[in-house]
Nanobody, 125 residues
Framework: QVQLVESGGGLVQAGDSLRLSCVAS????????MGWFRQAPGKERGIVAA????????YYADSVKGRFTISRDNAKNTVYLQMNNLKPEDTDVYSC??????????????????WGQGTQVTVSS
């Protein structure tokens, strides 16, 4: 098993940047493809970005392409989500997740077995 802990969320203004971090423990993060998801109260969870085990393949939701960057440092057991040019519509709880299945990049939550507790991102206009 792997435990995931996110950090880096907060309250920012439109146009600002944040970097979310997801630190893994219990098992090396290199064993997993990883993803960042977002969810608002009462709404379905949706993919933001995903990255393969090696970091060689990535996926981004259309709404964040060109603004967000997912990366990983397997030596530090950490996955990042760099969020630039934030917009009020980016406001949500962001969670990282680990996918142990033999797929490169998974874009739906059914592939992910382990989840962090989430970190709130709030963007004011």
């Amino acid at each position: 098993q792997v435990q995931l802990v996110e950090s880096g969320g907060g309250l920012v203004q439109a146009g600002d940047s944040l970097r979310l971090s997801c630190v893994a423990s219990g098992r090396t993060v290199s064993s997993y493809a990883m993803g960042w998801f977002r969810q608002a109260p009462g709404k379905e969870r949706g993919i933001v970005a995903a990255i393969s085990r090696s970091g060689g393949s990535t996926y981004y939701a259309d709404s964040v392409k060109g603004r967000f960057t997912i990366s990983r440092d397997n030596a530090k057991n950490t996955v990042y989500l760099q969020m630039n040019n934030l917009k009020p519509e980016d406001t949500d709880v962001y969670s990282c997740a680990a996918n142990g299945w033999p797929v490169g990049v998974a874009t739906t939550d059914r592939w992910y077995d382990y989840w962090g507790q989430g970190t709130q991102v709030t963007v004011s206009s």
